[in-house]
Structure formats: C-alpha cells, structure tokens
C-alpha cells in the first residue's frame, strides 16, 4: 500500500541471521514501523525508526535510510518460532495514517 | 487478558445484510483505528479516531461507518455486504492520535468476515 514493498517470501536456518527487506517511496516520511504477524493472528508491534542509521534491540535490530527509502529488519540467532510474517509501516506526514507492506512471510528450517 | 476486545472472532453473513463489528479497548489509549486484511494483500487502512473524533477516513464506500459511542468503543457497522467485503477486520489503538505514537499500534485479535 502507498508505495511501501517488501519481498514475499525469504528463508533462513536457526542459530543464523535474516535480513527483512523493506523499500518505501511515500510522498513524505515521518516514521517507520516493523511488526510481526503470526498466521490467523494480529499484528504485533516489533519497532519504531525515523533516524538515519541502525537500532539495536537485541534479537531484532533495524535499519533506516531515509535518503533510500529503505529500511530492514535483522533478526539474529533464529529461533523456529520466529517463522512468521514481517510487516513494514510508514507514517507519512499530515495523515494519521500507517501504510502497510504486504509481508515478507520468513521461515526458519531446523 | 487481552487488553483490546473484538467481537465476534468470526461472522458469516448474506449478501445485502448488515453488520456491526464490536471493538473495545482497555489500555487507557485516546486513538483507535480500523484496518481491513484480506488475503494476499497488505493491511488495509479504513479509519482513525482520535477523542471519539475522526481523523481520517480512506475507505471509499459508504458503506463502512464507524460508531464511537464511548471513548474506548470504536465500532464498524457494514450495510449492504457484499461478497468482496469478506476479510478479517483488525481494531486497532495507539496512546495518542499524532506524534510518534501512531506508529506504536496494539492491534486486537480481529473479526474474521464471510459474506455468501
């Protein structure tokens, strides 16, 4: 929705790393949101970025580049139960209003 | 407990009936909001309230009207249904309508819609 792409589908081994894609080309930016989204269930807040640069926040880190219109999400030492869908916001100024990628559904094999 | 209550978890509906999708939340949040998913695409904004007043609206049929009868209620009634209108219908509240705070959303467990 609104410009904002992510791949649909990405796999990884546990005890490794994923990387979630993110690109967004919004006619404005003010903020940036992961969540995560398990099948049949709602949307779970993950992280918020609207500085340049990455967030560390232990299993989960992101990334922004504002002048890219990118963002990724990096989940680390993997776990079985971090397979789920891994959605991308973006809060464009003057709307109260959060547009949503449509997923990058990751599966995590033993 | 859930903190955000939707009701109910599945409906199954005619063709040109109508429906009201219950959302009720208790975080002490002043902004709640309506998305809509449907499979295989992103979730959809429909609504936003803030202090039980509008905010925005991006759902283009009049069908779909929002109810906000107390500040922690916010409402979906949906006339005339029609079999594309079935998806599940997320209720959402973030603290406040503005700011930094929309982008943290608490998302309830959804209402699941089929239209025959």
């Known amino acids: 929705g609104q410009g904002v792409e992510q791949p649909d589908n990405l796999m990884s081994v546990e005890g490794t790393f994923a990387r979630v894609n993110c690109t967004y080309s919004?006619?404005?930016?003010?903020?940036l949101s992961w969540y995560q989204q398990r099948e049949g269930h709602a949307p779970v807040f993950l992280s918020y970025v609207v500085l340049d640069g990455l967030k560390d926040s232990g299993h989960f880190s992101t990334f922004l580049s504002r002048s890219n219109g990118y963002s990724y999400l990096l989940l680390t030492e993997l776990q079985i139960k971090d397979s789920a869908s891994y959605l991308c916001a973006v809060r464009e100024p003057n709307y109260n209003v959060l547009y949503f990628g449509s997923g990058t559904k990751l599966t995590v094999e033993p | 407990d859930p903190k955000i209550i939707q009701k109910p978890k599945y409906l199954v509906a005619v063709t040109g009936s109508e429906k009201i999708l219950i959302c009720e939340q208790y975080?002490?949040?002043?902004?709640m909001y309506w998305y809509r998913q449907s499979a295989k695409k992103p979730l959809e904004f429909m609504f936003s309230y803030s202090y039980q007043k509008l905010m925005d609206n991006q759902t283009a049929s009049s069908r779909f009207q929002p109810q906000s009868s107390k500040k922690n209620h916010l409402d979906l009634q949906i006339t005339a249904l029609k079999p594309d209108d079935s998806a599940t219908y997320f209720c959402?509240?973030?603290?406040?309508?503005?700011?930094?705070?929309?982008?943290?959303?608490?998302f309830g467990a959804g209402t699941r819609l089929s239209v025959l």
């Open positions: 959402a509240s973030s603290q406040d309508g503005w700011g930094s705070s929309q982008n943290t959303l608490y």
């Open positions: 975080l002490g949040h002043n902004a």
């Open positions: 919004t006619s404005g930016f003010n903020g």
